[in-house]
Nanobody, 125 residues
Framework: QVQLVESGGGLVQPGGSLKLSCEAS???????IGWFRQAPGKEREGVSC????????WYADSVKGRFTISRNNAQNTVYLQMTSLKPEDTAVYYC???????????????????WGQGTQVTVSS
């Protein structure tokens, strides 16, 4: 079992940047990792995912070109660099771990087995 802790959220003005971190208690290299977000009154949605070993990544259309996911297995940490933030990016951001042994990434909420507690990102002037 792995425990995940997100950090790096906060209040930022439109056009600003934030870098979220997801630190794992166990060996992160066993898992694909996804970032998801949930805004008030909306369903949780996938933002970006990264495979455990083959470098595959996925981005939601709404964040392509603005967000970058990366991982440092030696530090058991996955990052989400967010730039050109928009008010519609406001949400609680969660990281999650997928135990799927196959290469590549999966992007569905139900594909992920372990979840962090979330970190709030607010984009507002």
């Amino acid at each position: 079992q792995v425990q995940l802790v997100e950090s790096g959220g906060g209040l930022v003005q439109p056009g600003g940047s934030l870098k979220l971190s997801c630190e794992a208690s166990g060996f992160l290299n066993y898992y694909a990792i996804g970032w998801f977000r949930q805004a008030p009154g909306k369903e949780r949605e996938g933002v970006s995912c990264i495979s455990k070993s083959d470098g595959s990544t996925w981005y939601a259309d709404s964040v392509k070109g603005r967000f970058t996911i990366s991982r440092n297995n030696a530090q058991n940490t996955v990052y989400l660099q967010m730039t050109s933030l928009k008010p519609e990016d406001t949400a609680v951001y969660y990281c999650a771990a997928d135990m799927n042994p196959l290469p590549g990434v999966r992007v569905g909420v139900l594909d992920y087995n372990y979840w962090g507690q979330g970190t709030q990102v607010t984009v507002s002037s």
